[in-house]
């Protein structure tokens, strides 16, 4: 593996983390105003 291909790997793991924590703080948010909304 050359550097370049360490790079992808790296950066691909940085794009998933990015996605997967966006998504989990929207789930998050979308939860709470739900709860929010049948008060």
Do not use: D, Y
Not at 17 to 39: D, E, M, N, P, S
């Amino acid at each position: 593996m050359g550097i370049e291909a360490l790079e992808a790997v790296f950066i691909g793991l940085l794009v998933a983390a990015t996605v997967t924590i966006t998504w989990f703080a929207g789930l998050v948010v979308v939860k709470l105003f739900r709860g929010q909304a049948q008060r």
